[in-house]
T-cell receptor, first 113, second 115 residues
Framework: NAGVMQNPRHLVRRRGQEARLRCSPM?????VYWYRQLPEEGLKFMVY????????ESGMPKERFSAEFPKEGPSILRIQQVVRGDSAAYFC???????????FGQGTRLTVV | AQSVTQLDSHVSVSEGTPVLLRCNYS??????LFWYVQHPNKGLQLLLK??????LVKGINGFEAEFKKSETSFHLTKPSAHMSDAAEYFC?????????????FGTGTRLQVTL
């Protein structure tokens, strides 16, 4: 049973481009969480999804950011028109049920140049 | 609303001496609590979890934590530090409301282990 898979591991984008980050949860997990970690800071909650539904997006910026978790395929975090301040590590986690332990991927490190 | 406070941003210990990483939480409901470790440029690994069973929780690599409701604390300890323990440690609280779950992270404690 593979763990949570995130790709790409490293992503470089120029200002104004779009960034797409993918997360494949562990097999059987239907709860997915996205977190952002800025340098020297802790992880900040962005969004919580269950299959085909956004449950809580209170941590996600209102503009340029969107997330989905379709019935088939990975969860996608999409950042449009990236700016330098979007440079961070983005971590995805999945869990079997709410309030059970979350397993984290190795993250995608986004650099905006 | 839930929150987590990690009282020390940096802790430095000598190899072979005890480790104490402090965490206090605030939660409106009966929370689940976790400790995660992050090694440089790596993902997060679960060390241990508390989910309303035994208040003293044993985790991997010799770590353990004690849930103290009266003090709203969940401090992480290890009797003897090893060089490989040097990493960032995060205390996490989880609440379930209805069918929704949310993890809230502390700001992290960087553990340094010296010879």
């Amino acid at each position: 049973n593979a763990g949570v898979m995130q790709n790409p591991r490293h992503l470089v984008r120029r200002r104004g481009q779009e960034a797409r980050l993918r997360c494949s949860p562990m097999k059987g997990h239907s709860h997915v969480y996205w977190y952002r970690q800025l340098p020297e800071e802790g992880l900040k909650f962005m969004v919580y999804l269950q299959k085909e539904n956004i449950i809580d997006e209170s941590g996600m910026p209102k503009e340029r950011f969107s997330a989905e978790f379709p019935k088939e395929g990975p969860s996608i975090l999409r950042i449009q028109q990236v700016v330098r301040g979007d440079s961070a590590a983005y971590f995805c986690a999945s869990s079997l049920q709410a309030n059970t332990e979350a397993f984290f991927g190795q993250g995608t490190r986004l650099t905006v140049v | 609303a839930q929150s987590v406070t990690q009282l020390d941003s940096h802790v430095s210990v000598s190899e072979g001496t005890p480790v104490l990483l402090r965490c206090n939480y605030s939660s409106s409901y009966s929370p689940s609590l976790f400790w995660y470790v992050q090694h440089p440029n790596k993902g997060l690994q679960l060390l241990l979890k508390y989910t309303s069973a035994a208040t003293l929780v044993k985790g991997i690599n010799g770590f353990e934590a004690e849930f103290k409701k009266s003090e709203t604390s969940f401090h992480l300890t290890k009797p003897s530090a090893h060089m490989s323990d040097a990493a960032e440690y995060f205390c996490v609280v989880s609440e379930v409301t209805g069918t929704a779950s949310k993890l809230t992270f502390g700001t992290g404690t960087r553990l340094q282990v010296t010879l």
